[in-house]
């Protein structure tokens, strides 16, 4: 089972990119699924999660502007990413967690760059 990310680039400031996370349906079903990024020097950060409940949470810098989202078939997830800043430059990653029978499981994705710079 893999986590296959998608759709970084380099876009000018204020502009837009929508990335996607695709994996198994039956996996991201029982998972929360969550963006992550990491910025040259700095640590991962969570950038958005969305729960298999279908709650969504967003760290404080990106609220407002991004939308974490689920596809209608259960195999994706995407980041909408508007009103993109310098400071989201970074690479990006998707990560699925989740429980059974009392152990913790997470898969990663690759991750994909996204730059943002006029």
């Known amino acids: 089972v893999q986590l296959q990310a998608s759709g970084g680039g380099l876009v000018q400031p204020g502009g837009s990119l929508k990335l996607s996370c695709a994996g198994s349906?039956?996996?991201?079903?029982?998972?929360?699924i969550g963006w992550y990024r990491q910025a040259p020097g700095k640590q991962r950060e969570v950038v958005a999660t969305?729960?298999?409940?279908?709650?969504?949470n967003y760290a404080d810098s990106v609220t407002g502007r991004f939308t974490i989202s689920r596809d209608s078939a259960g195999n994706a997830v995407y980041l909408q990413m508007n009103s993109l800043k310098p400071e989201d430059t970074a690479v990006y990653y998707c990560?699925?967690?989740?429980?059974?029978?009392?152990?913790?499981?997470?898969?990663w994705g690759q991750g994909t760059q996204v730059t943002v710079s006029s």
């Open positions: 969305t729960t298999s409940g279908g709650s969504r």
């Open positions: 990560n699925a967690a989740w429980v059974r029978l009392n152990k913790r499981y997470e898969l």
């Open positions: 349906g039956s996996i991201f079903s029982i998972s929360t």
